[in-house]
């Protein structure tokens, strides 16, 4: 059994995740409406974008917009928690499948986070890749991973404890399933 505990957190990296964890929306969604917005008569360019990739549409729809991180409406209950560790002397690092700008936007704006990391036109940062980023990084099981949904599972697989956000029955199930500590959070956006 697993000797960890919730006072364990802030001596550990906190990698957290942005949509649906940090956030109740998702940036490419957030992304593809503004640029509709601006652009209704381009709707095409979406389909030919995501036809190269994920990635790839994630990257232009970025170049063709102005994001402001001031239109995301955090979870307080996530953002304050991390606060707190970060004044135990955690160090915090946002890491999600966005584009690594908005990332790196959101970082700037929060101005709590260590480091940020996203996806670039080449590495689409979500499940498989964002656990080889992190245990690249850190180590495995030398990490606090906080997410949100089943995809993250194969994060906290190789993280010392999971922060979970909002997590859907199954993800909560195979949680209570695995050797870590859990915490929990249910949030209202």
Not at 42 to 70: A, C, E, V, Y
Not at 161 to 189: E, H, M
Request: net charge positive; charged share 25%; glycine share 6%.
């Amino acid at each position: 059994m697993n000797s960890f505990s919730e006072q364990d957190f802030a001596k550990f990296p906190i990698c957290v995740d942005l949509d649906g964890t940090l956030w109740s929306g998702d940036c490419l969604w957030l992304c593809a409406r503004d640029f509709l917005k601006r652009h209704p008569f381009r709707f095409f360019q979406l389909f030919i974008w995501w036809k190269k990739g994920r990635t790839h549409l994630k990257h232009n729809l970025f170049k063709n917009i102005i994001f402001d991180p001031k239109k995301l409406v955090f979870f307080p209950e996530i953002f304050q928690y991390i606060q707190q560790l970060k004044e135990q002397g955690a160090k915090l690092y946002l890491v999600t499948g966005s584009d690594q700008e908005i990332a790196d936007k959101v970082s700037a704006f929060l101005n709590i986070f260590d480091g940020a990391f996203g996806s670039t036109l080449d590495n689409n940062l979500v499940g498989e890749k964002k656990a080889a980023l992190l245990n690249k990084m850190f180590g495995e099981k030398k990490y606090v991973y906080f997410g949100n949904e089943w995809k993250d599972r194969l994060v906290w697989q190789y993280s010392i404890a999971a922060g979970a956000v909002n997590v859907d029955k199954k993800t909560s199930a195979w949680l209570s399933d695995q050797p870590i500590y859990t915490r929990r959070f249910i949030c209202k956006s």
